[in-house]
């Protein structure tokens, strides 16, 4: 049996305020929802599978992110490393190692 949206939210409610569960069945019934402790239980697990499964999702498309922008950064550094190679001009050599370091100091802000 699928989970209503009401009973799902009044569930989510008990977990966030951290009810017991003698507490939680007594705030389901005092909103009209009339389940078991068995019940209960499973709806909670079920509730807090879905939450974990959302925050793995999110953390791991986080890292794949922060690693394609790490990669864009290395990529750029590289690109300015030729380009100083190639200036012949000191003003451009030194736009080039500042744009260089710039990039650099931003490298470890990564999201942990």
Known sequence: MEITENTKDLVTSCI??????????????????????????????????QQNMLEDYAWNNVQIEQVKKIETKKSIIHHCWDLFEQAEKIPEKLSLLKTIEKISDELPKIVW
Do not use: A, H, P, Q
């Not at 009810?19 to 019940?39: A, F, G, H, P, W």
């Open 16 to 49: 966030i305020r951290r009810l017991s569960t003698k507490e939680s069945l007594d705030y389901l019934m005092k909103n009209k929802v009339k389940i078991s402790e068995r019940t209960y239980r499973r709806y909670k697990k079920e509730i807090l599978k």
